[in-house]
C-alpha cells in the first residue's frame, strides 16, 4: 500500500514542508483553485515526485470529506500538511474566520478520521496568534473542543462583534494552536501526531499582499525591528515542518513552533512594545 501525503493549500510553505518529506511516498496536492495545485504538482513532477491533484474548500465539509475520501484511495494516509487559509488583506472577518478558524478544525477532524499509525500532520499558523491579549478559560476551551460546526456560533465570534480582520486573523491562529493541541489526543490514540507552526513573515505571495497592502507599513516596521531583521523564505518553514513529521520529531506532539525572527519576543521586550 503506497504512503500518501496531503497537501492543503498548494503554495510555496506546503511544497516546501512537502519535498521534505514525501519522497517514495504519493503526494496529493488539494487548493481551492484547481491551476494553483496544478502549477505546484507540475514543480513537484518535474524534481521527480508521484502527485496527483484535487479541488478542496476547506469551509466545506462535504468537500473536505471528499478530499479523505480522494485521498484514501490512493493509499495510507501518512501526512498531512494543512496550508491553506486567507490573510487579513485578503478577505473579511466572517470569511477569515470560516476558512481559517473552522475550516482548520474541520481538516483536523476529517483527517483525523484516518490518519494512519505513525502518520503525522502539520498545520500552519502563525505569529498572529501569539499576539492576541489573553483569552478566558472558557474561550480556549471551546476554541479546543467545541463541535466543529457549533464553532462560528459562539457569541463572542458573531460579526458585531468581530470587526477587524487583524483580530479575526489572530482569534483563528490561536484557535488553530489550540485546536490542534487538542486534537493531538485524539490523533495519539490512532498512533499518530500533530503540530503546528506559527511563522512570521515567509516571502510568498500572500505575504507579499500584505507588505503592499494597507498594513504594508507596519509589517515592514516589524521586520526592521525583529532580532533577525529580515522575513523568512519558504524552505525555513520547511526544515520545521520536516523535523515535527519526520522521525526526529517522534515526541513532539499537539506542540505550537513559534517561528517569527523574534518579532514576538521584540513586541514583548523590545522595540515593538507599545509604548
Same mark, same amino acid.
Given at each position: 500500500?503506497?504512503?500518501v501525503?496531503?497537501?492543503?493549500?498548494?503554495?510555496?510553505?506546503g511544497?516546501?514542508?512537502?519535498?521534505?518529506?514525501?519522497? @517514495?511516498?504519493?503526494?496529493? /496536492?488539494?487548493?481551492?483553485?484547481?491551476?494553483?495545485?496544478?502549477?505546484?504538482?507540475?514543480?513537484?513532477? %518535474?524534481?521527480?515526485?508521484?502527485?496527483?491533484?484535487?479541488?478542496?474548500?476547506?469551509?466545506?465539509?462535504?468537500?473536505v470529506?471528499a478530499?479523505?475520501?480522494?485521498a484514501?484511495?490512493?493509499?495510507?494516509?501518512?501526512?498531512?500538511?494543512?496550508?491553506a487559509?486567507?490573510?487579513?488583506?485578503? *478577505? !473579511?472577518?466572517?470569511?477569515?474566520?470560516?476558512? %481559517?478558524? #473552522?475550516?482548520?478544525?474541520?481538516?483536523?477532524?476529517?483527517?483525523?478520521?484516518?490518519?494512519?499509525?505513525?502518520?503525522? @500532520?502539520?498545520?500552519?499558523?502563525?505569529?498572529?496568534?501569539?499576539? /492576541?491579549?489573553?483569552?478566558?478559560?472558557?474561550?480556549?476551551?471551546?476554541?479546543?473542543?467545541?463541535?466543529?460546526d457549533e464553532l462560528?456560533?459562539?457569541?463572542?465570534?458573531?460579526? %458585531?462583534?468581530?470587526? %477587524?480582520?487583524?483580530?479575526a486573523?489572530?482569534?483563528?491562529?490561536? @484557535?488553530?494552536?489550540? &485546536?490542534v493541541?487538542?486534537e *493531538?489526543?485524539?490523533w495519539?490514540?490512532?498512533? *499518530?501526531?500533530?503540530?503546528?507552526?506559527?511563522?512570521?513573515?515567509?516571502?510568498?505571495?500572500?505575504? &507579499?499582499?500584505?507588505?503592499?497592502?494597507? =498594513?504594508?507599513? @507596519? #509589517? =515592514?516596521?516589524?521586520?526592521?525591528? !525583529?532580532?533577525?531583521?529580515?522575513?523568512?523564505?519558504?524552505?525555513?518553514?520547511g526544515?520545521?515542518?520536516?523535523l /515535527?513529521m519526520?522521525?526526529?520529531g517522534?515526541?513532539?506532539?499537539?506542540?505550537?513552533?513559534?517561528?517569527?525572527?523574534?518579532?514576538?519576543?521584540? #513586541? =514583548? #521586550?523590545?522595540e515593538? *512594545?507599545?509604548?
Amino acid at each position: 500500500m503506497t504512503d500518501v501525503i496531503v497537501v492543503i493549500g498548494a503554495g510555496s510553505i506546503g511544497q516546501a514542508i512537502a519535498r521534505r518529506v514525501s519522497s @517514495g511516498k504519493h503526494v496529493l /496536492l488539494a487548493d481551492l483553485r484547481i491551476e494553483n495545485a496544478e502549477a505546484a504538482a507540475k514543480v513537484l513532477a %518535474d524534481a521527480g515526485f508521484k502527485v496527483s491533484t484535487a479541488t478542496v474548500d476547506v469551509a466545506s465539509r462535504v468537500s473536505v470529506h471528499a478530499l479523505v475520501e480522494t485521498a484514501a484511495g490512493l493509499g495510507d494516509m501518512t501526512g498531512v500538511i494543512h496550508a491553506a487559509g486567507v490573510s487579513p488583506s485578503q *478577505a !473579511s472577518p466572517a470569511t477569515i474566520l470560516k476558512v %481559517d478558524l #473552522y475550516g482548520t478544525a474541520l481538516v483536523l477532524e476529517e483527517f483525523g478520521n484516518v490518519i494512519a499509525p505513525g502518520g503525522a @500532520g502539520v498545520v500552519i499558523a502563525s505569529q498572529s496568534g501569539h499576539r /492576541l491579549g489573553a483569552l478566558s478559560e472558557e474561550q480556549n476551551a471551546a476554541l479546543a473542543t467545541l463541535p466543529v460546526d457549533e464553532l462560528l456560533d459562539l457569541p463572542w465570534l458573531q460579526a %458585531d462583534v468581530v470587526t %477587524d480582520p487583524l483580530n479575526a486573523y489572530q482569534l483563528s491562529k490561536r @484557535g488553530n494552536s489550540l &485546536r490542534v493541541m487538542a486534537e *493531538a489526543v485524539r490523533w495519539g490514540k490512532r498512533g *499518530a501526531r500533530i503540530n503546528t507552526i506559527s511563522p512570521g513573515i515567509v516571502i510568498t505571495p500572500l505575504a &507579499r499582499d500584505e507588505l503592499t497592502g494597507p =498594513r504594508g507599513e @507596519g #509589517y =515592514r516596521r516589524m521586520i526592521e525591528l !525583529s532580532p533577525v531583521g529580515r522575513a523568512a523564505n519558504p524552505d525555513e518553514v520547511g526544515h520545521v515542518g520536516a523535523l /515535527l513529521m519526520g522521525l526526529e520529531g517522534a515526541f513532539i506532539t499537539g506542540s505550537d513552533f513559534l517561528m517569527d525572527g523574534g518579532v514576538t519576543a521584540s #513586541y =514583548r #521586550y523590545g522595540e515593538l *512594545a507599545p509604548k
